[in-house]
Nanobody, 128 residues
Framework: QVQLVESGGGLVQAGGSLSLSCTAS????????MGWFRQAPGKEREFVATISRNGANTYYADSVKGRFTIARVNAKNTVYLQMNSLKPEDAAVYYCATTPTHMTTTYVPINSKHYTNWGQGTQVTVSS
């Protein structure tokens, strides 16, 4: 079982930046791909970004492409989400998640059903 702890959320003005972190424990970090999802009040959880086991492959939702960057440091068991040019519609609870272990190194799923472990979430609020 993998334990995930997100941090870095907070309140920011539109146009500002935030950096989220997610630290994992319990399994070898490089054994699984990582993803970020978000859920706003009254809406379904949606995909934001994903990164492969070795960090070589990434994929972003169209709504964040060019503004958000996902990265991982396997030696630190941590995945990051750098969020720039934030918009009020980016406000949500952000969750990190892991895939099952030992998938291919190019595996970057965007469907939440392919993720097996989830963090508790961190709130991002964007004021207009």
């Amino acid at each position: 079982q993998v334990q995930l702890v997100e941090s870095g959320g907070g309140l920011v003005q539109a146009g500002g930046s935030l950096s989220l972190s997610c630290t994992a424990s319990g399994r070898t970090f490089s054994d699984y791909a990582m993803g970020w999802f978000r859920q706003a009040p009254g809406k379904e959880r949606e995909f934001v970004a994903t990164i492969s086991r070795n960090g070589a492959n990434t994929y972003y939702a169209d709504s964040v492409k060019g503004r958000f960057t996902i990265a991982r440091v396997n030696a630190k068991n941590t995945v990051y989400l750098q969020m720039n040019s934030l918009k009020p519609e980016d406000a949500a609870v952000y969750y990190c998640a892991t895939t099952p272990t030992h998938m291919t190194t190019t595996y970057v799923p965007i469907n939440s059903k392919h993720y097996t472990n989830w963090g508790q979430g961190t709130q991002v609020t964007v004021s207009s």
